[in-house]
């Protein structure tokens, strides 16, 4: 079975600050890796997504993650926080035949200006 | 434009009462699946659909039922509603292989 922990229910930074958020997986095969934001009363949207082409994974808004196999862990980075950056983030994992992802129980962003 | 549409987005209703929610997608995506969303548990996976006329239980059925009569289509059904089902639910589409889920906005449903 596959898992996803998310460090973190919620993380606060000051804006401009660095950005990170905690993703670890268990697969014992190579996974699919994504994180999604989701903000106020929305549904969820792709920040980016690794599928083995390369451990950095870059994304929209710039974000960028890291996979690191020897840790199991994708973790989210932003080197700057911005106001606009407050929403929660999900980190979800697919392997093998099953396509449709698990999800973490998210964490919640949090910006001080 | 691309979407997931559901519908409705709010609904409240009373415990026992049959209801339906609808989710359609115009991405003419193969994989179709049902989330709920609640405070510390993330999203839990209700039902998926690998294909028209193929479902298969998620993470938490108990309580849901699904149909895929049509590529597009993928209802959620709660035949007999309980408080313990008032929740944020997700319908999400992708295409075939690890791509991608695109979601709806969201149903706030709440059983009173």
């Known amino acids: 079975a596959q898992s996803v922990t998310q460090l973190g229910s919620h993380v606060s930074v000051s804006e401009g600050a660095l950005v990170l958020l905690r993703c670890n997986y268990s697969?014992?095969?190579?996974?699919?890796l994504f994180w999604y934001v989701q903000y106020p009363n929305q549904g969820l949207q792709l920040l980016l997504k690794?599928?083995?082409?390369?451990?950095l994974v870059k994304g929209i808004n710039g974000f960028e993650a890291e996979f690191k196999k020897s840790e199991t862990s994708f973790h989210l980075t932003k080197p700057s926080a911005h106001m606009s950056d407050a929403a929660e983030y999900f980190c979800?994992?697919?392997?093998?035949?099953?396509?449709?992802?698990?999800f973490g129980r998210g964490t919640s962003l949090i910006v001080h200006p | 434009e691309a979407q997931v549409t559901q519908n409705p987005r709010y609904l409240i209703t009373v415990t026992g009462k049959k209801l339906t929610v609808t989710c359609s997608q115009n991405?003419?995506?193969?994989?179709m699946s049902w989330y709920r969303q609640d405070p510390g548990l993330g999203l839990r996976q209700i039902y998926y659909s690998m294909n028209v006329e193929v479902t298969d239980k998620g993470d938490v059925p108990e309580g849901y039922k699904v149909s895929r009569k049509e590529k597009r289509n993928f209802p959620l059904i709660l035949e007999s509603p309980s408080p313990n089902q008032t929740s944020l639910y997700f319908c999400?589409?992708?295409?075939?292989?690890?791509?991608?889920?695109?979601f709806g906005p969201g149903t706030r449903l709440t059983v009173l």
């Open positions: 979800a994992v697919s392997k093998g035949g099953s396509y449709i992802p698990t």
């Open positions: 690794y599928t083995s082409a390369a451990t």
């Open positions: 999400a589409s992708s295409s075939r292989g690890h791509n991608e889920q695109f």
């Open positions: 991405m003419n995506h193969e994989y």
């Open positions: 697969s014992s095969v190579p996974p699919y």
